[in-house]
């Protein structure tokens, strides 16, 4: 379960993160750090290209109070790419009132951490940056590091919940040039009512067209997540998956109906919410494969009602056959209950066995009075033979 990118433990920081960030219209965050003195609240920091200081560039301060953002001071880098810059008063996250910097490198927008609390005013506060590389025409091949997709049946369609967390692992900021796109990813066929989700960068250059998930806004080194819902008629279909998956986790929400999955191991049920299992299925370092789901067949078997008919009408003609072949036993007690009778107890039994498997919530005393009058029943039958 520690791949599982629904474990909103883990995920929910970086979704509130991204949430400010696409609501403000800002780029990316790294680490949150910051810096105190007597005379005020100084933001002290350092921008740095990969593993090295920037070295030229201009640090803007950004306030984001009550949903709304401005731009308070500017600052240039010195040589080894730190800066100070002057706070009117420490964050309140009580109000919401959040300060952070950026910077433009490359034609890149780079942000650090939002600051909202005021222990954050500590030590550095520092910006990543990267260098920039064009991606492919066709776009960048980047392996997916987790994957996870949500089958649930909302009583009409299937409701999917794709989250699919794409690696750069090119240590530059990938770009596109225009009109291009930097990097796509299949979708499952047939799908509609595509909706973007949550995303850890801003919403403008990532768009869904003809089944395909394509991101035009620079994508910088490491994971970003994006989350895709759809709709599907039927969960019987294929996941493409092109390139490398590290983690594919595969999830139906019960009840559904009986299925195989090729492609994926089957792993025992998982709660994610109270009361609400899923099937999970789960594959590692999967190569330009795809996860096919199809209908399982269910080897036929006759409902316990129409069981229990024929068991009648096999005893039925038992009986009639003993009758016809020994006159004396006709006139026994055993012979006296008429066969009409039998039948009628078996098929008492059949909606005695329906009922209680149609009602949920039992009592035990409930259950000790059908276990009685369902072994009273029995007794009726087998006293006719």
Partial sequence: MVALLLDHWRYAGRFALASLLITTGLFMATSTVFAQSGQGTLLRGQALLGNEALTSGTVVLHHLIGGTQGELDSVSLGTDGTFSLTLPNPPDPAIRDIYLASIRHDGVLYFGTPLTEPEHLDSIYRIQTYDTAFAPSGGADLPIEIRNVFFEFDGDRWHITDLIEVYNETGRTLVSEDPGFIWSYPLIPGATDFEL??????????????????????????????????????????????????????????????????????????????????????????????INLSEAKIPFELPVSWMSLILGVVLGGAALFLLNRDPIRANTRGAAVNLGDRESMIHRIAVLDETFKSQEDWSEREHEEYLMERAKLLQRVRGTD
């Fill in 197 to 290: 989700g949550q995303a850890e960068m801003s919403p403008e250059n990532i768009s869904l067209e003809a089944g395909q998930l394509l991101i035009r806004t620079p994508l910088p080194p490491g994971e970003r997540l994006f989350v895709v819902t759809y709709k599907l008629d039927e969960p019987f279909v294929s996941i493409p998956m092109p390139g490398l998956t590290t983690v594919m986790e595969l999830l139906v929400r019960e009840p559904a109906p009986p299925m195989i999955v090729e492609g994926l191991d089957s792993f025992p049920r998982v709660e994610l919410e109270p009361g609400t299992t899923y099937r999970r299925y789960s594959g590692n370092n999967l190569t330009g494969s795809s």
